[in-house]
């Protein structure tokens, strides 16, 4: 999802909601919750370089480089 695409979906929405993140993906729901609950820490632009590893996981170096691309990333916990 790009920036405007999520400015556009939160402009419809009351601004005085809080935000709550979920995922249901198997690998980061502990045994039988069914779904992981999120809460957003930071939103911020940082330029990265996103690899692969070995095991096609996904892996992200923080360089700061103008040579990387940039994004917009959002810091996020479970910790509610």
């Known amino acids: 999802m790009k920036v405007k695409d999520l400015i556009q979906k939160l402009s419809k929405l009351n601004g005085e909601l809080e935000i709550l993140c979920y995922t249901e993906d198997e690998s980061l729901v502990a045994g ?36 990387d691309r940039a994004y917009a990333l959002i810091e996020i916990t479970s910790d509610l």
């Open 32 to 67: 039988g919750e069914g779904v992981k609950a999120l809460d957003i820490l930071d939103i911020s632009e940082t330029k990265l370089k996103v690899t692969r590893n070995v095991d096609h996981k996904v892996q992200l170096k923080f360089t700061g480089s103008s040579a």
